[in-house]
């Protein structure tokens, strides 16, 4: 038996953090997650590093931040060879596997994992070279089929099967396959237990479309609450992700929301699967390091807008389970302090006993999972493109747009949902100068630190 804890990562795509029982949702069912909850380590304040796929989820594997990695925007993808939790475990002689969604755009596809089963691999055109432009100009989809608006993504929800679902499917039975062969392998003989495992299962849903199957959309449709609020007059945050107004009824955000609760509730099935099947195979799971996230939330109408990219909690803040009863015990800990998806770099490397790399954006969150509190440095920042900048701490979430749009404060505190703007507040000046001097530091404004490396929390 390898002397390693083997690692289960479950990841889900857009999950927006309360939408969970554990978290107070009364409707959304969620049983697995829940149980998860109650035997491990949840974080109450984790966030995602930037609130769209892509730099989110290689943030996340780098355990650096949007800035210090160059993976800045959704086009922007971790250059060849760069240094990635999988990476790091592969060169201890782990078998780093995923089944599922990874979301590169480069030529690296595998960016340190050493199998990918029902792999998403797909390499976009910034990174095909000696790609002929003008080639490119000519195949361009007609008006009307790419991408829908948040509009059409609201009027489109309904009680289908899609290209999302049946991924997931496809994701999941492909984890469950390897699994066997790893540790059983039947037919062949040859399970690969010796050495210890990082698996990966990680999935679509519940990201739009808005789409859920018949029985789960039925189900949820009368029961999921429903987000009927206007936008606010900053010229940022009153911005659904495309930038444009979206007008529906209530019925039509009903229906969406129901397609939203319903995925997620599918997903929460399908972990239940894996750990029914790991447990089937003969493993303990209080022996396994298992880990639930989601790159970044989903606005669901809240605030008047839709999809994420923006700095509300309902988008940037994420579900974040930590559970190794066999390592850490005592679960149905809640930590309140701001922790960030870079931090999970760190934690593995220091919950599977290896050493972890130089030049991280990345802090073990183990000292918070024994209850230790002293000494964390209660920050969280997220970056959305090249420009804007969250800071978390405490309870204060600072927000910077650019010299030309105003600067945003909110004590979530005093303020959970998020409508005063504190930043022009006379009593709010000592904090925003504090602010305003980190932001400098994270390489950021007009007075941005020329020589930024990181953030500075390790060598």
């Known amino acids: 038996m390898p002397d390693r804890p083997n690692v289960l990562f479950l990841m ?19 049983p697995v997650l829940d149980r998860l909850a109650e035997t491990g380590v949840v974080f109450r304040n984790a966030y995602t590093p930037a609130p769209v796929c892509v730099p989110a989820r290689q943030c996340m594997m780098a355990g650096q931040l ?44 595998m960016q340190g994992w050493t199998k990918r089963v029902a792999p998403d691999a797909d390499v976009a055109a910034p990174y095909i070279e000696g790609l002929i432009e ?8 007609a ?55 990082l698996f990966k299962l990680s999935l679509l849903q519940p990201h739009y479309p808005f789409f859920t199957d018949p029985e789960r959309f039925e189900y949820y449709l009368d029961r999921v609450p429903v987000y009927l609020e206007e936008t606010c007059d900053h010229p940022v945050l009153s911005l659904s992700q495309q930038g444009k107004p979206v007008n529906a009824p209530e019925q039509t955000i009903r229906r969406a929301t129901a397609a939203y609760y319903g995925m997620i509730d599918q997903v929460d099935c399908y972990f239940g699967q894996t750990l029914d099947h790991l447990e089937a195979l003969g493993e303990d799971l209080d022996e396994w390091i298992i880990v639930y996230t989601s790159d970044h939330g989903e606005m669901l109408g809240q605030h008047g807008i839709w999809e994420k990219t923006r700095f509300y909690e309902a988008s940037v803040r994420v579900p974040l389970i930590v559970r190794w009863p066999a390592g850490i015990p005592g679960g149905g800990r809640v930590v309140d302090e701001n922790v960030n998806l870079c931090d999970l770099f760190a934690t593995l490397c220091d919950m599977a006993g290896l050493e972890t790399p130089a030049g991280l954006d990345s802090r073990s969150l183990v000292p918070l999972m024994r209850g230790g509190h002293s000494g964390w440095n209660d920050e969280s920042v997220s970056q959305m493109g090249r420009n804007h900048l969250m800071i978390k701490r405490g309870s204060l979430k600072y927000q910077y747009y650019g010299e030309d749009v105003p600067e945003v404060l909110f004590d979530l505190e005093a303020d959970p949902g998020e409508t005063v703007n504190l930043a022009d507040d006379p009593q709010s000046s000592g904090v925003m100068a504090e602010f305003r001097r980190r932001r400098a530091e994270l390489g950021h404004g007009p007075d941005a630190a020329p020589d930024y490396v990181n953030a500075g929390y390790c060598a």
Do not use: I
């Open 12 to 30: 889900s795509d857009q999950h927006r953090a309360d939408v969970t029982g554990y978290e107070g949702d009364s409707v959304v069912r969620t």
């Open 66 to 109: 949007p800035k210090t990695c160059d993976c800045q925007t959704f086009w922007d993808d971790l250059p060849a060879g760069h240094m990635t939790f999988s990476r790091r475990f592969s060169q201890y002689a782990y078998h780093t596997v995923c089944s599922g969604k990874l979301h590169h755009h480069g030529q690296d596809q």
């Open 134 to 141: 003008e080639e490119c100009r000519k195949y361009r989809p």
């Open 143 to 197: 008006a009307g089929t790419g991408k829908w608006s948040n509009q059409r993504e609201l009027e489109e929800a309904r009680a289908v099967e899609g290209p999302y679902q049946v991924f997931d499917q496809r994701a999941v039975q492909a984890g469950l396959d390897y699994l066997d062969r790893h540790f059983d392998d039947a037919v062949y003989l040859r399970p690969q237990s010796h050495r210890p495992l």
